[in-house]
């Protein structure tokens, strides 16, 4: 149980905070409540994965569609957040700093089998999580070299600039966001700006920060395409209300 405990303690506090909090009393040292912070922010984000993107799945199953998802954005975010939990796994950072990823890919599989079913049936849906569950094993087990866990990090800004493009263009061709979950898509919105700071402080990591600031940036244009989308759809009730 102590050993349990003092693992415990580590998830918010580095070895050199404690010491400075618990045996030098220094409540008010300027880098460990930087640290504190980041790892405390780190924590709720993990927290609060839980949740991010399960109002995006149960409209799916309640309207037993997928129309407006676009598979290969859903398969490409899919592939970076993959990418990046592999990559800060194998590096050994903070768990606070990437554990969120784990949560997020769960979900995000979910979601891209949902839409591999309900557009291609169940055969093709199982096939695809097979796959995907192989390559996961894969990597965990350690048989991908570091080298191409690094690259594959680094192609996680084009790629999540794709997938997010991909998804605003079909959102604009539709003149609407579909089955898209506006709660999803402001925790996405949120979570990437916080784990901007977090990478900074807890990582150091170019790539990871470079990551999460073009993270921000796209998820902030599906954010501004539903809240468009959602104006638009309100302007023309009342008009046709006016009408009538």
Same mark, same amino acid.
């Given at each position: ?124 849906? /199982? +096939? $695809? =999580?097979?796959?995907?569950? !192989? #390559?996961?094993?894969?990597?965990? @087990? ?41 709660? /999803? +898509? $402001? =925790?996405?919105?949120?979570? !990437? #700006?916080?784990?901007?700071?977090? @990478? ?45």
């Amino acid at each position: 149980m102590a050993s349990v405990l003092q693992d415990l303690k580590h998830l918010l506090f580095t070895k050199a905070c404690l010491k400075e909090y618990t045996e030098n009393f220094n409540f008010l040292h300027a880098e460990c409540f930087k640290i504190t912070l980041s790892k405390a922010l780190g924590l709720a984000i993990i927290a609060g994965s839980f949740m991010v993107k399960i109002p995006q799945i149960m409209k799916i199953l309640k309207s037993g569609s997928a129309k407006g998802i676009n598979i290969i954005s859903v398969l490409l975010e899919l592939l970076a957040i993959s990418s990046m939990a592999s990559y800060s796994y194998i590096s050994q950072f903070p768990f606070s700093s990437w554990g969120d990823a784990i949560f997020l890919g769960l979900q995000t599989v979910t979601i891209a089998f949902l839409v591999v079913y309900y557009s291609n049936g169940m055969t093709k849906a /199982t +096939a $695809f =999580l097979s796959a995907y569950t !192989a #390559v996961v094993a894969a990597i965990v @087990s350690g048989y991908v070299p570091l080298t191409v866990l690094w690259f594959a990090q680094a192609m996680n800004i084009p790629v999540i600039v794709t997938s997010r493009l991909i998804q605003a263009y079909t959102n604009y061709s539709n003149g609407s966001t579909g089955q898209l979950s506006a709660v /999803t +898509a $402001f =925790l996405l919105l949120f979570g !990437a #700006v916080a784990r901007i700071f977090t @990478s900074i402080q807890e990582t150091g990591d170019a790539i990871m920060i470079a990551m999460f600031t073009v993270s921000t940036l796209m998820n902030g244009i599906i954010v501004a395409q539903l809240l468009y989308y959602w104006n638009a759809a309100e302007k023309k009730v009342k008009i046709s209300k006016k009408k009538k």
